[in-house]
């Protein structure tokens, strides 16, 4: 049968992207951001909505089988409490009316482990009438990568299913990803931050020890010091990541393109779902549906 699945706040697409994977096809995305929707249009084929889905009437969209929500993870997110801003959002709700008017055989949603903490979103999402739910969390991206991204993963069906936890076949190493040839500007806050004038320390992973990366931060494009990767040819012996390698952080291809410049790239990166975790996904709606 035909699987038509709707992406929802879907960014640059990673989500999508694992999905095909998975062995999905995408029917439509929704984003509001222009860069995001520039990119998604680089690299895939199906239709691509830009707008804001607070205002979006359900009974004007396609039909569909399958809806994904990736709606927004930093209001929910522990890094939040350093601005005082972990205070959840309403965006859960415009997802939550778009399931409940549409009523898809199958429905999930992507977000940190944060969001436990917000009883009125998780009861929206876990406990709509006539759907069978189950949560999976965490659910880590290092099982695949070398990036500890932890997540929250619901799966809501229309009948019981057998969902099966997510599995590495091989997880890949640090060093597989690391460019041989990078070409790294360092602007001179890493330097500062290196010899300790900020009040933390960078985050150093070393390929030769085998070590797993931090979390793919959206803001890593502000502030490229604080996730820094072991490199001998450089100044203390640390630079930032390239593009490709925070890309690849996240499992993307080298072939996928970015619109914009490179500090819109690292954005989009850490914004994004990893993509063994979209592909995991995607498999088991496919088992789903037989």
Known sequence: MSIRVDSYFSGAGLMDLGLKRGGLELQQSFEIDSRCV??????????????????????????????VATYPCDRYSTAADLHG????????????RHVAIQRPELYVV??????????????AM????????????PVRSELWLPQRRNRLIILGSRRPFAWREPRARQRVRLRDI????????????????????????PIISDPARDDIAPTCVAHYYRDVSTRLVA???????????????????????DSFRFAGPDSEAFRQIGLGVSIPVGEWIGREVRRYFG
Not at 40 to 58: P, Q, S
Not at 110 to 116: L, Q, S, T
Not at 178 to 201: C, F, N, S, T
Request: proline share 7%; charged share 30%.
């Open 178 to 201: 690391i460019e041989r040839d990078a070409q790294v500007h360092i602007p001179p806050y890493v330097r500062a931050r290196l010899l300790g004038k900020y009040r933390d320390r």
């Open 126 to 137: 876990t406990k709509l009438p006539d759907y069978y739910v189950n949560v999976f969390c």
């Open 38 to 67: 520039a990119t998604h249009r680089l690299n895939f084929d199906h239709e691509i909505t830009a707008c804001d889905l607070r205002l979006k009437l359900v009974q004007q969209e396609k039909r569909c089988e399958v809806m």
């Open 85 to 96: 801003t972990r205070t959840g959002d309403d965006l859960f709700l415009h997802f939550f």
């Open 231 to 253: 490199d001998r040819r450089y100044p203390h012996g640390a630079r930032p990541y390239t593009v490709r390698e925070y890309a690849r952080l996240q499992g993307l291809p």
């Open 110 to 123: 992507e977000n940190v482990p944060g969001m436990r903490r917000f009883p009125v979103v998780m009861e």
